[in-house]
DNA sequence: GTTATATTTGAACATATGTTCATATACTAA
DNA sequence: TTAGTATATGAACATATGTTCAAATATAAC
């Protein structure tokens, strides 16, 4: 516990003007933290589900694979507008696709998002 | 299937110009849908797992209850910033605190974050 | 009362995000 | 080849988001 200054009771002062209270609970989150990368990671698919459009065609993609027109069609959007969703999607290895003609058929890559949506829905009426 | 024209194989336009190729499969996405509200509310709460420092706070809330300026100083953050960030994870009832002197001490609500948080770090490293 | 600590709040700001529009590409059928 | 359908792409745009800063509030100690 060097460079670190008592200011009064139990606050504690460090070197670089941090003010810390419980030394104790900051020490033990640092020692289980996570990675920078995967916090991104993590963070960055959290958000792909935090929209309400995305959420949506996601839901409806977690029953069906789906082509870029129909999802357009049930959730509104533009199919402009969720090519760049999906294409987003699976950037993120979130979402693949296979073609058949001129038709692209999305679907989920695995059961990370499905369980996650699964979660979400048992907990909606809180 | 009233005010829908064929145009070309499967694919057919409705009324109000919307391209859709398997109706069967917009239907069945239609009659599984949820309601708006639900969706807002569902999207609003894995939106805020999806800002990487406000997933490090709520991962180190998963472990312990921790007051605003160790969870600042954890995470980096100011202590105002930690504070707005506090704020609007306890209007979505995702967090609550208890106050002892002049520490107040946040902690997670219920397991709903945890559980997301938990699949979450399951699937990392995918 | 005054002073110090812990936290909150509102406005300002820069950046990120989701959508639109116009255009490009890929595949199919004639 | 030409025309039609399905999807993708890049730039532009308006809005949302996260942070900062200055100032306010709340509790405690003196």
């Given at each position: 516990?060097?460079?670190?200054?008592?200011?009064?009771?139990?606050?504690v002062m460090d070197?670089?003007?941090?003010r810390v209270v419980h030394l104790d609970k900051v020490s033990n989150a640092k020692a289980k933290e996570i990675p920078g990368a995967d916090l991104e990671r993590m963070a960055s698919t959290y958000k792909m589900l935090g929209d309400p459009?995305?959420?949506?065609?996601?839901?409806a993609l977690s029953e069906n694979e789906m082509c870029v027109?129909?999802?357009a069609a049930?959730?509104?959007l533009t199919e402009s507008a969720m090519s760049h969703q999906l294409r987003r999607l699976k950037d993120l290895s979130i979402v693949k696709r296979r073609r058949e003609g001129?038709?692209?058929y999305y679907?989920?890559?695995?059961?990370?998002v499905s369980d996650l949506l699964k979660i979400g829905l048992e907990?909606?009426?809180?």
């Open positions: 516990m060097a460079d670190t200054k008592r200011i009064q009771n139990n606050s070197a670089c003007n941090v459009t995305r959420l949506k065609l996601l839901l027109c129909d999802l049930f959730t509104g001129q038709i692209l679907s989920l890559v695995d059961s990370h907990h909606v009426h809180d």
